[in-house]
């Protein structure tokens, strides 16, 4: 087991958290922090934008954000509470960690943050809807 400072591996993640956040000065505009996601699940496959809600996202810095191992092939910053990033395709169905690391240095891991799931896509052949279309 994992042992900091004589805490459990639970304790050492929750400290190791406080101090990234405390270690996350973000300048200008104050600490960093990521608040959440939207959506919270999408289709293995990939290409999928997710928004990663927060504060203090700073335009003079790069993010990389990964789902699981993967990288996400795009991360845009929309606005300073607002990162927008497309999915990378995942083997199969399973909620995974997505980690934001800012380039001057803080990160932060959403445990269990983002959800792949097997979506089946739509038939296409004659006479198979979707929606009011007819293929």
């Known amino acids: 087991m994992l042992r ?6 639970t304790g050492c993640a929750v400290f190791l958290a406080i101090l990234a956040a405390g270690a996350a000065c ?3 505009g104050g600490d960093l922090s990521v608040t959440g996601l939207e959506p919270v699940a999408g ?6 934008p997710v928004k990663i809600l927060g504060s203090n996202f700073r335009t003079d810095i790069g993010y990389t954000v990964y789902f699981g191992n993967k990288k996400a092939p795009a991360v845009t910053i929309m606005d300073p509470e607002t990162l927008l990033v497309l999915t990378p395709e995942h083997e199969q169905a399973e909620a ?10 803080p990160a932060f891991a959403i445990r269990a ?4 799931e097997v979506q089946a896509g739509p ?3 004659p006479g198979t809807k979707s929606g009011n279309l007819v293929y």
């Open 123 to 125: 038939t296409r052949g």
């Open 26 to 28: 973000g300048g200008e």
């Open 4 to 9: 900091l400072f004589g805490l459990s591996c």
């Open 96 to 105: 995974v960690d997505v980690t934001i690391r800012a380039d001057n240095g």
């Open 43 to 48: 289709a293995t496959a990939g290409s999928q």
């Open 113 to 116: 943050g983002y959800r792949y």
